[in-house]
């Protein structure tokens, strides 16, 4: 089955700064990449997600990157604010019919002001 | 819009015993997930429901986990008897239509603590 890799598994940077999160797949066939940032106590929500015949998607200050050819993928965050520290997780699928998603361990990242 | 609601938001029971969690997903949902989220790991599916259908739970412990979900609305997750290892965020998510690039919406989880 998938298994994907999340590094670093923490990650604290300064205010205005940038954040970036990676993570690897096994799966060949995995075409769906979805990201989820996670607050305390709350369930995961998607932020950004990005499909295989992209490869770069820009959402605001958030963008994702994909290296099919490597099988790696990316979380870029921009001019990091204090709201932005939460755990995020990436997460791979096959993207076609009832494929279920993968997700990787998390990132726990902290924006200090 | 309101979002998927869980309950109870937190559960501390014995190892041994038998213990419940209910999900009412996003209204017009027609897919139920539910996830297990131990402590420093990514969410695990456990078992996948299209309408009141199961179409995925081939990492549901069926000797000890069972899930429905009636009338392809809200769904209970059962746990009996629970062991140690058990302890961790079972959280419930819906989507509308179930296809693999869906988005997702989860709800707030259920902390269950197996002393």
């Known amino acids: 089955g998938e298994n994907v890799e999340q590094h670093p598994s923490t990650l604290s940077v300064q205010e205005g700064d940038s954040a970036v999160i990676k993570c690897t797949y096994s799966d060949s066939a995995s075409n769906y990449f979805p990201w989820y940032k996670q607050e305390l106590g709350k369930g995961p929500q998607l932020i950004i997600d990005?499909?295989?015949?992209?490869g770069e998607k820009k959402d605001q200050r958030i963008a994702v990157t994909l290296n099919k050819t490597a099988k790696h993928f990316s979380l870029h965050i921009t001019e990091t604010q204090p709201e932005d520290s939460a755990v995020y997780f990436c997460?791979?699928?096959?993207?076609?019919?009832?494929?279920?998603?993968?997700f990787g361990k998390g990132t726990m990242l902290l924006v200090s002001p | 819009e309101a979002g998927v609601a869980q309950s109870p938001r937190y559960k501390i029971i014995e190892k041994r015993q038998s213990v419940a969690f209910w999900c009412n997903p996003i209204?017009?949902?027609?897919?139920l997930y539910w996830y297990q989220q131990i402590l420093g790991q990514g969410p695990k599916l456990l078992i996948q429901?299209?309408?009141?259908?199961?179409?995925?739970d081939s990492q549901l412990p069926k000797d000890r986990f069972s899930a429905e979900r009636l009338k392809g609305v809200d769904s209970t997750l059962k746990i009996q008897p629970a062991k140690l290892e058990d302890s961790a965020v079972y959280l419930c998510?819906?989507?509308?239509?179930?296809?693999?690039?869906?988005?997702?919406?989860f709800g707030p989880g259920t902390r269950l603590t197996v002393l």
């Open positions: 209204s017009g949902h027609a897919t």
């Open positions: 997460a791979a699928s096959r993207g076609s019919g009832y494929s279920t998603l993968t």
């Open positions: 998510a819906s989507s509308l239509k179930g296809g693999s690039t869906d988005t997702q919406y």
């Open positions: 429901f299209q309408n009141n259908g199961v179409v995925d």
């Open positions: 990005i499909r295989s015949n992209v």
